[in-house]
């Protein structure tokens, strides 16, 4: 196992899902009201594992036969990059609002819960950007290495939505607060810029 680029995998793996979206906040939702988190956590960090591994296995060849999808793919993704960062920065100093968690008293049924997971996880846009798009063109800068880099942005994924889900219950005080959630989304900003400075210096 190369360490380093396990770590590089881990941190930008981590960098990428940590910023706020339907999905983590789905699985923030099921951590606080205690319903099927171990469900609801499996089935996102599978997903990611898969698509993390398309990205990592399926974007060198492609680039292989089209040399242009690199650059275009880098550098688009840098520009989403930069915007999103600017949307998180504007949200952090605009921002009065805070996650709204709704109680139930009884737990709902598993498959609806699966289903709503599933639709979030696989018809989110932005998941495939992370993922295949911009962890797969990210790989293509450890050549002969990608699977550590894909096994450390796996373990990433799996460590942090396992945390979330199961670590609801503690964060429930502090995101009732507009105010954590305006310092979260300035970090956000900070990660998403500097992923795009490494996209665009990568090449």
């Given at each position: 196992?190369?360490?380093?680029?396990?770590?590089?995998?881990?941190?930008?793996?981590?960098?990428?899902?940590?910023?706020?979206?339907?999905?983590?906040?789905?699985?923030?939702?099921?951590?606080?009201?205690?319903?099927?988190?171990?469900?609801?956590?499996?089935?996102?960090?599978?997903?990611?594992?898969?698509?993390?591994?398309?990205?990592?296995?399926?974007?060198?060849?492609?680039?292989?036969?089209?040399?242009?999808?690199?650059?275009?793919m880098r550098f688009g993704g840098a520009a989403f990059l930069v915007w999103y960062g600017a949307k998180s920065l504007y949200s952090a100093l605009k921002s009065h609002s805070a996650l709204a968690v709704s109680e139930t008293g009884m737990a709902g049924p598993l498959l609806p819960t699966l289903v709503a997971c599933l639709a979030i996880t696989w018809l989110n846009p932005h998941v495939y950007l992370d993922t295949v798009v911009l962890l797969g063109s990210i790989s293509t800068q450890f050549a002969g290495r990608e699977a550590h880099f894909a096994a450390g942005a796996i373990t990433g994924s799996f460590a942090f939505f396992f945390a979330l889900g199961y670590g609801a219950g503690f964060l429930r005080p502090i995101f009732a607060k507009p105010f954590a959630w305006r310092i979260l989304e300035g970090i956000i900003a900070l990660i998403m810029w500097a992923i795009a400075l490494k996209l665009v210096l990568g090449g």
């Open positions: 196992m190369d360490i380093p680029v396990f770590i590089a995998g881990l941190s930008i793996g981590l960098s990428l899902i940590v910023a706020i979206g339907a999905q983590n906040a789905f699985v923030l939702r099921q951590g606080l009201k205690g319903e099927h988190v171990f469900a609801v956590c499996l089935v996102c960090a599978l997903s990611d594992a898969v698509l993390i591994v398309l990205g990592v296995t399926s974007f060198g060849r492609i680039a292989v036969v089209l040399p242009w999808l690199d650059p275009v």
